[in-house]
């Protein structure tokens, strides 16, 4: 099983960056996933997640209304559509896989919930 997040990249304040978290050796869609990040001296948390059928989203509220989170499951992949950056989201991202169709409030924060980590990829976002 490997999940592979890419997009990062280097923004500026209000600009916009879009992420993928690809997935092989699973099959995405039996499976919920969450974006979660970690900024330079800060803790690990969560940023969004959806579930296996995309029809329940999670985000915290300091990315809502800026961030979007959707899933193609034809390509086994899922998507974090990041607009008005600021500088605060800078951090490495990672995208994360619970074997679970289903998740709700409190599984999508914890860390302990997922089962498949993705390896990172960096966002930084320049005032």
């Known amino acids: 099983v490997q999940l592979q997040a890419s997009g990062g990249g280097s923004a500026q304040t209000g600009g916009s960056l879009r992420l993928s978290c690809a997935a092989s050796?699973?099959?995405?869609?039996?499976?919920?996933i969450g974006w979660f990040r970690q900024g330079s001296g800060k803790e690990h948390e969560w940023v969004s997640c959806?579930?296996?059928?995309?029809?329940?989203?999670y985000y915290r509220d300091s990315v809502k209304g800026r961030f979007t989170i959707s899933r193609d499951n034809a390509k086994n992949t899922v998507y974090l559509q990041m607009n008005s950056l600021k500088p605060d989201d800078t951090a490495v991202y990672y995208c994360?896989?619970?074997?679970?169709?289903?998740?709700?409030?409190?599984?999508?924060?914890?860390?302990?919930?997922?089962?498949?980590w993705g390896q990172g990829t960096q966002v930084t976002v320049s005032s």
């Open positions: 994360a896989a619970r074997e679970s169709y289903w998740i709700d409030s409190s599984r999508c924060s914890s860390q302990r919930s997922f089962n498949f």
């Open positions: 050796g699973l099959r995405l869609d039996q499976y919920s």
């Open positions: 959806i579930s296996g059928s995309g029809s329940t989203l």
